[in-house]
T-cell receptor
Framework: GAVVSQHPSRVICKSGTSVKIECRSL??????MFWYRQFPKQSLMLMAT?????????EQGVEKDKFLINHASLTLSTLTVTSAHPEDSSFYIC?????????FGSGTRLTVV | AQKVTQAQTEISVVEKEDVTLDCVYE???????LFWYKQPPSGELVFLIR??????QNEISGRYSWNFQKSTSSFNFTITASQVVDSAVYFC?????????????FGTGTRLLVSP
């Protein structure tokens, strides 16, 4: 079945630094990748949709310049949190398209100190 | 607009009790999918079930069962004889045909605590 590999699983960074999170589709090609953010004890909220070969689509209220999304190839989508601050600490998880429900990455827990 | 409501924020039960997690959804689409996911403390999302809007048959998988009722826009999840390993956050989610089933909207989740 379709597998999405996400890494790192955990990252701790200092305020002001940037962090890159990668999601790779291992056995299929993904022209689109959905990025979600989950604050502690809250639900998953869609942040943006990356599209291979074109600009990402951001949900309302999500800062494009802060959360840089790149879909470099049909198997790789990246989310870069730029100039991270403690309020960016969250769980980030990607999902490849498909209605089978399976194709989530394993998530990245970001802690900004 | 699509919306998923999980009114129960947290449920605590003792092992071997049965527990039902409620999910109510809103959609204008006639064709849609409903999902349940389990999120253990490690964070990953574990897929439990997908149900399309044309299939109202209830489903049973081991200790898990799902009751889909379009008349009340509900898709409830029951765990029979709960176990400590069932402790997790459970999310109900919805995707609609008008988005090509690509956008997945989650409920706020229900935290289930099963104590020994």
């Amino acid at each position: 079945g379709a597998v999405v590999s996400q890494h790192p699983s955990r990252v701790i960074c200092k305020s002001g630094t940037s962090v890159k999170i990668e999601c790779r589709s291992l056995d299929f090609q993904a022209t689109t990748m959905f990025w979600y953010r989950q604050f502690p004890k809250q639900s998953l909220m869609l942040m943006a949709t990356s599209n291979e070969g074109s600009k990402a689509t951001y949900e309302q209220g999500v800062e494009k310049d802060k959360f840089l999304i790149n879909h470099a190839s049909l198997t790789l989508s990246t989310l870069t949190v730029t100039s991270a601050h403690p309020e960016d600490s969250s769980f980030y998880i990607c999902r490849a398209p498909g209605n089978n429900g399976y194709t989530f990455g394993s998530g990245t827990r970001l802690t900004v100190v | 607009a699509q919306k998923v409501t999980q009114a129960q924020t947290e449920i605590s039960v003792v092992e071997k009790e049965d527990v039902t997690l409620d999910c109510v959804y809103e959609t204008r689409d006639t064709t849609y999918y409903l999902f349940w996911y389990k999120q253990p403390p490690s964070g990953e999302l574990v897929f439990l079930i997908r149900r399309n809007s044309f299939d109202e048959q209830n489903e049973i998988s081991g200790r898990y069962s799902w009751n889909f009722q379009k008349s009340t826009s509900s898709f409830n999840f029951t765990i029979t004889a709960s176990q400590v390993v069932d402790s997790a956050v459970y999310f109900c989610a919805l995707s609609e045909a008008r988005t090509g089933f690509q956008k997945l909207v989650f409920g706020t989740g229900t935290r289930l605590l099963v104590s020994p």
